[in-house]
């Protein structure tokens, strides 16, 4: 079985920072996709970050110089660093990866649970 565990979200003041982990575990052949993305209250969820194995990553407009996502592969974690954090955005943060489990069969996608990010004075 196929898992992300998300951990890290919690209550910030304006331009404080978070960092937010995402681990994987199962069966794991490889991962080709990490991402984040989040939702606020009454809003789509949106894109945050992404990276294919191998590229550079895509930043919403948004978090541009204010987030940075990475990997480490030993542990199969990605990480959203989050930097002068602003109220809006405050929403629940997903990690979503796609994991390839055996060698003959195509990667699937995941989701992790959510947390929650609140930026509030």
């Known amino acids: 079985q196929v898992q992300l565990v998300e951990s890290g979200g919690g209550l910030v003041q304006p331009g404080g920072s978070l960092r937010l982990s995402c681990a994987a575990s199962?069966?794991?052949?490889?991962?080709?996709?990490m991402g984040w993305y989040r939702q606020a209250p009454g809003k789509q969820r949106e894109l945050v970050a992404d990276i294919i194995s191998g590229g550079t990553p895509n930043y919403a407009d948004s978090v541009k110089g204010r987030f940075t996502v990475s990997r480490d592969n030993a542990k199969n974690t990605q990480y959203l660093q989050m930097n002068s954090l602003k109220p809006e955005d405050t929403a629940v943060y997903y990690c979503?990866?796609?994991?390839?489990?055996?060698?003959?069969?195509?990667?699937?996608?995941?989701w992790g649970q959510g947390t929650q990010v609140t930026v509030s004075s």
């Open positions: 979503k990866a796609g994991i390839r489990k055996y060698s003959y069969n195509p990667g699937s996608l995941y």
């Open positions: 199962g069966s794991i052949f490889s991962i080709n996709f």
